[in-house]
């Protein structure tokens, strides 16, 4: 099992001013982070690895798609840039040494049509991810596609609907991913989720029911990890919270009041917490 952090909860863009919380996160005990990869260059990216090596950090890495990136857009024009947008996201993953790209990268965050998703929709997803998944082999980065809540997006918001796009997809180095805060919402049972689940998905983010610190709130953490031993998942398990710093992203992520004293407690109890229920998960097995 691999441990990782969520950067989001401190930054949509790491430079050197957040070496330090890399060093904090190694201290406690973590494997990895997850590294957003908003904007930047080659360049940039290869600094950030370098301290990463340095630290001994392996990563992964998140992005989004924005409206003029829209994969599943009517505009042939725009579909071409949401590839470009893809290639250049997976580039840099490469670049950082990410082993996973995760992320809603299916479709723009918050941009609805008051209708669910249409076979054309669908169709033109499958195609410019099929030729994602092409790029992201020769960079050997497995891509992990993201479902979102009803409230984030239309798109993809079930296990099963994120099922169905690995196969419509049906490329080795695209999979999808399961992140607890999502299927708190969508999911009517989590192990039977996690269970059909299972050979779809390569990566998990463990996300508490208000984004705050795991453990603190009411997600079914036994179910989910009990779950995930059973079908022997072994990747990365990976705390994603997020609070009030960042203005925009708090925006975008609907967090209107502190839900937790510091940041501190988000990674350390956490990964105590992560680390206990996936001990107890085993013991009960």
């Known amino acids: 099992m691999k441990y990782g952090m969520n950067l989001l909860l401190w930054t949509t863009h790491v430079t050197q001013e957040h070496f330090p919380i890399l060093a904090r996160l190694k201290e406690t005990g973590f494997d990895g982070v997850e590294v957003p990869v908003f904007e930047g260059d080659a360049r940039h990216y290869q600094m950030i690895r370098r301290e990463l090596d340095n630290l001994g950090l392996r990563c992964t890495t998140v992005t989004v798609v924005g409206p003029e990136a829209n994969p599943i857009s009517p505009d042939a024009a725009v579909r071409r840039a949401a590839l470009e947008r893809l290639r250049w996201a997976i580039d840099m993953s490469a670049t950082l040494g990410a082993e ?5 990268f299916h479709s723009p965050l918050a941009v ?36 979102l809540n009803r409230f984030e997006c239309y798109f993809l918001t079930t296990a099963a609907d994120a099922q169905e796009l690995v196969r419509q997809v049906n490329h080795p180095w695209f999979s999808s991913m399961y992140d607890t805060f999502h299927a708190n919402i969508e999911e009517k049972n989590i192990s039977r989720t996690i269970e059909s689940f299972a050979g779809s998905f390569i990566h998990v983010h463990i996300s508490e029911n208000d984004r705050g610190t795991p453990g603190t709130g009411h997600v079914h953490w036994d179910e989910t990890f009990r779950a995930l031993r059973k079908v022997n998942y072994d990747g990365w398990l990976t705390i994603e919270a997020f609070g009030r710093a960042l203005p925009a992203l708090a925006a975008a992520t609907r967090v209107w009041r502190d839900l937790f004293p ?15 229920k996936w001990e107890q998960a085993g013991q009960a097995a």
């Open 100 to 104: 996973i790209m995760a992320g809603p």
């Open 112 to 147: 609805f049509t008051g209708q669910g998703p249409t076979r054309d929709e669908k169709q033109r997803a499958a195609e410019v991810l099929r030729q994602a998944a092409d790029i992201a082999e020769q960079a050997r980065v497995k891509l992990a596609i993201e479902y």
């Open 262 to 276: 510091n940041p501190e407690e988000v990674y350390t109890q956490g990964l105590r917490f992560m680390k206990q």
